[in-house]
Each structure stands twice: as C-alpha cells, then as structure tokens.
C-alpha cells in the first residue's frame, strides 16, 4: 500500500503558476496546503532523466530537500504521434527560456507540415511523483490521445492546451473550463490514482481510468 499523506503543507516542485495553480485546484477538496518552488526560493533542478516519470522524481527529490516537506512534481508533456513521440519530455524546453509556447505550437505544426500533415495525432502524459524528505517517493501516470488542431484555439489552460483536442471532444483543452478539463485530463486521470492511493479522505475509488 502507498505511503499516505499525513497532512501540513505540500510543496508544488515547478516554477510554472499555471501548473502550480492547477494542482492547487485538484487538491483543494482534500484540504491540502500548497506551495510553490518558486515561493519557496527553491532552485529547478537539471531534469536528466529519460522517461516523463524519471523526471518527475527528480524534482520532487530535490523539493522534499530543499523544504523539508513532502513534495509534488509533475512531469508532462505533449507526444506527437507524426514526430516520433517529439517533443515529449522536451515539450517546456522547446518553449525555451522564454516559456513562449505560442513558438513552440507553430514550430510543431511546421514539422507537421513537412512530414506531411495528415497524421495529426497526439496525446497529452503525466506522471506525478510524491516524495517525502526521508527519500521515499511514489508514481503514478496519466495519459489522455486526442489530435492537433490549428490555428491554435482558447486562452485558458496554459502550454500546449490551445492546439489539443481530446478525443471525442469539441473544445480544445484552451477553450474548456477549467472544471471540464481537470475531469479529463491527463492530470487528472493521474492525480485520481494518487488521491485513492496517498490522500486521507479518499475512498479508494480513483474512477474509470484507474
């Protein structure tokens, strides 16, 4: 069985306040009290790893150090099924130091273009890694396909939401409502997994995607 979460505050390990404010709201009916890197004065750590769950623990290992206080990552990101899985866990990085995503959104529909444009597919992973100062941590994935719509739709969400359209929808995640979207997203599906296994409170029940 997963270690649980005891209670207190929760460091968020990012620096983005769209993602820190994100998890906040998905936490929120537990009671739980968060904090971000950022507020913190926590540095980001070199993300090394080769996989979406590899990093998460690293910045979560890092954040539960440097606070003293169990830690949240998120790692996440988008896989274009037409690049080879690109940009994956590269997708903040392709938004360079400016976090300019709008950038990086048309630099994916370039590359769409030139391989040929008909494969639009796509789909959204998170995994999540909750790690405690004495060093034990704990994963969980979630993933939602959908395909790439362009130009670019919504101005809510943050990252890549404007060009996804989760599969059987009709909004982008940019155009849904912040309450629509945490009930399907891949963050979502992967912070249910975590509630039913680590959060007091929960009734064991993570959902239809478990």
Known sequence: MARRFAGGRLAIASHNPGKVREIAELLAPFGVETVGAAALGLPEPEETGATFAENAEIKARAAAEGAGLPALADDSGLAVAALEGAPGIRS???????????????????????????????????????????????????????????????????????????????????????????????????????????????????????
Do not use: N
């Open 92 to 210: 903040a990085r392709w938004a360079g130091p400016d976090k300019d995503f709008a950038a990086a959104m048309a630099e994916i529909e370039r590359r769409l273009a030139a391989a040929g444009g008909d494969d639009r597919r796509a789909a959204f992973v998170c995994a999540l890694a909750l790690c405690w100062p004495d060093g034990q941590c704990v994963g969980f994935e979630g993933r939602v396909e959908g395909s790439l719509v362009w130009p670019p739709r919504g101005a809510r969400g943050f990252g890549y939401d404007p060009v996804f359209l989760p599969e059987g929808g009709a909004l982008t995640f940019g155009e849904m409502e912040p309450e629509d979207k945490h009930a399907i997203s891949h963050r979502a599906r992967a912070f249910r997994r975590l509630v039913a296994a680590c959060f007091a409170g929960a009734d064991g029940d993570a959902g239809p995607d478990a």
